[in-house]
C-alpha cells in the first residue's frame, strides 16, 4: 500500500503542495519566529519538536476519523473530498482577507528546552483549526481503493516532516538576522498571498478532478 501510495502521481503533487503550505507564514511560523527572536535558536528549535509532534496528533486524530467516515461508502468519500475542496477555499480567501501579524518578542530571560517543547506542542495541539486542516487536505490524495488510515497516517508523516524541515529553516533564519526581522516585524507579509494562492488552487483541484483525484 505504501509502496503503491509513493509511486502515484498525485503523491508528488501533494509533495509541491505540502511544501508550499509548509514553508509559507502562519501562525505557526510566528510563534516559532517570535520564540527565536526573544530567546535565541535553541528555544526556537525546541519549539519546532512541539509543534510538530502537536501537529502529528492533530493528523492522527483527523486519520481516524476520516477512516472511520469513507469506509463508509463511496459516496461519503466524494461528500468529505467536495467538503475539504470548499475549506481549502475558504482557508484561502481568508488569508487574503488576514490582516498582517506582527511579530512581537516576549519578555527574554533563560527557559528549559522541555518547557519550550511543551508549550509548542500544546499550542499546535489545542488548535482545532490544524485538525480541520488535514481532515481537509488529505482526502485530496487519498485512494478510495486502498486503506484510508494507512495513507492518512504515511501523508500526515510526511507534511510533518516537511513542515518541521521548513520550520527550522525559520529558526536559523531569525536567529541569524534577529536584528533586521525585530526591524521590519511590521512589514507587509506577502507570504500571505502565496498561501492564499496555495489553498484555493488546492481547493479548485480537489473540486474539479471529483473521485478519480485521487487515483
Known amino acids: 500500500m505504501i509502496e503503491t501510495l509513493l509511486r502515484s502521481p498525485t503523491f508528488v503533487t501533494f509533495l509541491v503542495a505540502s511544501f508550499i503550505l509548509a514553508i509559507t507564514p502562519g501562525p505557526g511560523v510566528v510563534y516559532i519566529v517570535t520564540r527565536t527572536l526573544a530567546q535565541g535558536r535553541r528555544a526556537g528549535l525546541a519549539s519546532v519538536g512541539g509543534i510538530a509532534l502537536g501537529n502529528l496528533g492533530n493528523a492522527a486524530a483527523a486519520s481516524v ?4 467516515l469513507l469506509s463508509m461508502s463511496a459516496t461519503a468519500f466524494v461528500a ?8 481549502l477555499v475558504f482557508l ?22 522541555a518547557r519550550l517543547f511543551r508549550d509548542g506542542f500544546l499550542v499546535a495541539l489545542l488548535n482545532p483549526k490544524t485538525a480541520l486542516f488535514f481532515a481537509a487536505l488529505l482526502p485530496q490524495f487519498i485512494n478510495p481503493g486502498a486503506s484510508p488510515l494507512g495513507q492518512s497516517v504515511v501523508l500526515s508523516c510526511v507534511f510533518v516532516s516537511i513542515a518541521m524541515c521548513t520550520d527550522s529553516v525559520y529558526v536559523l533564519t531569525a536567529s541569524a538576522l534577529a536584528s533586521a526581522i525585530s526591524q521590519r516585524s511590521g512589514s507587509r507579509p506577502y507570504g500571505q498571498y502565496v498561501t492564499a494562492a496555495s489553498f484555493i488552487g488546492l481547493g479548485i483541484y480537489a473540486a474539479l478532478a471529483g473521485p478519480r483525484a485521487s487515483d
Open 65 to 68: 476519523g476520516l477512516a472511520a
Open 92 to 113: 484561502g480567501i481568508k488569508a487574503l482577507r488576514a490582516k498582517p501579524v506582527a511579530v512581537v518578542a516576549t519578555p527574554s530571560g533563560l527557559r528549559l528546552p
Open 80 to 87: 468529505v473530498k467536495l467538503a475539504g475542496a470548499a475549506y
